[in-house]
Every structure is written in structure tokens, then in C-alpha cells.
């Protein structure tokens, strides 16, 4: 199209038998050009410029940066707090003279019961007062079970009656 031509659109509409012609305006191409550069430059007069919007977000992706480094900071601080928090426990656990054996599993039943209304060392006195079956010194007392071959009152050990079964004696 050229500059000076014009456009024009008619609607021809029939309502009850009555014929109404409505004419709508026509713009030429340069008006046209020129109601849309207003309208851009309306449009984009508050947006930053390249350089501003550049700065913006080279500062956005450092600020990001700096987040995520907090944020893993953060886990990290939280992972060693609990990793201190087992110790401390396991440490207090193993104090109060539990068997050996069961270190792990009275500090972690032991832990279960801290909260807002009883202490780690509450809830240990009374585990330690309810479960003493897990607690005190390990002792290992060793039996004789095996009959006197003999026929004497000296316990024998295990080597002495093999022995004894090959020699062939009784005594």
C-alpha cells in the first residue's frame, strides 16, 4: 500500500428491514506508523535501559549466588549441631555405666524422650531407673558344667576330661 492510500470498511447491517451503513475511520499507513511508535514509546518510557537492566542482572545472579552459599551454610550448620547433639548424648550415656553393648540403643531411646518439658538428663535417670537391665558392669562368670569324670570334687576343665576319655583312665 502506498502512504496515501486510503483504507475505508463498511458494515452494512439490516435490522428489521431498515438498511444502515456505518462508516468506520481510515488511517493511511504514516498514520498508522506514527500511532504505533507513540504508543511504544508509551509504552517502554519507564523500562530500564540495556545498560541498567545489564547491571540488574549481573547484580540478581550475585545476590543468588550469595543465597545459595547461605543456604548451604546453613545445612552444613545444621548437620554439625545434630551431629554434636548425638555426641554430647552418647558421650553422657556412656557415663552412666550402660553396658557397652547397648550404647547406641539406650542413647537413641534416650533421645526420644527429650522434649520441650524433660532434659537429656532427666529423661536418662529415669531410662536408667526404668530399664536397668541395660546397665552396670559386664560380667562374665564362667560355670563348670560338665560331670567330674573322675569321681572327684574338683571341677575339670574341658582340656582335663578330653584327657582323661584318652588315656583311659578313672580315677
Do not use: H
Not at 18 to 32: D, H, L, M, W, Y
Not at 148 to 171: E, F, V
Amino acid at each position: 500500500m502506498e502512504n496515501n492510500e486510503q483504507i475505508v470498511e463498511t458494515e452494512t447491517t439490516t435490522t428489521e428491514n431498515v438498511e444502515t451503513t456505518v462508516e468506520e475511520k481510515t488511517f493511511t499507513q504514516k498514520e498508522f506508523d506514527e500511532a504505533l511508535q507513540r504508543a511504544v514509546a508509551r509504552k517502554t518510557k519507564n523500562l530500564p535501559s540495556a545498560d541498567e537492566l545489564k547491571s540488574f542482572n549481573e547484580w540478581k545472579k550475585t545476590n543468588q549466588n550469595d543465597s545459595e552459599k547461605i543456604n548451604e551454610l546453613t545445612a552444613q550448620l545444621e548437620q554439625a549441631t545434630k551431629e554434636n547433639t548425638l555426641l554430647k548424648a552418647t558421650n553422657e550415656v556412656a557415663k552412666s555405666d550402660v553396658k557397652p553393648e547397648f550404647l547406641k540403643f539406650v542413647t537413641s531411646e534416650v533421645m526420644s524422650m527429650v522434649n520441650e518439658t524433660t532434659d537429656f538428663d532427666t529423661a536418662l535417670k529415669n531410662y536408667k531407673k526404668e530399664n536397668t537391665q541395660y546397665f552396670g558392669e559386664v560380667v562374665v562368670k564362667k560355670v563348670q558344667t560338665s560331670p567330674t569324670l573322675t569321681g572327684g570334687t574338683k571341677p575339670q576343665t574341658t582340656n582335663d576330661i578330653m584327657n582323661s576319655l584318652l588315656r583311659g583312665t578313672k580315677n
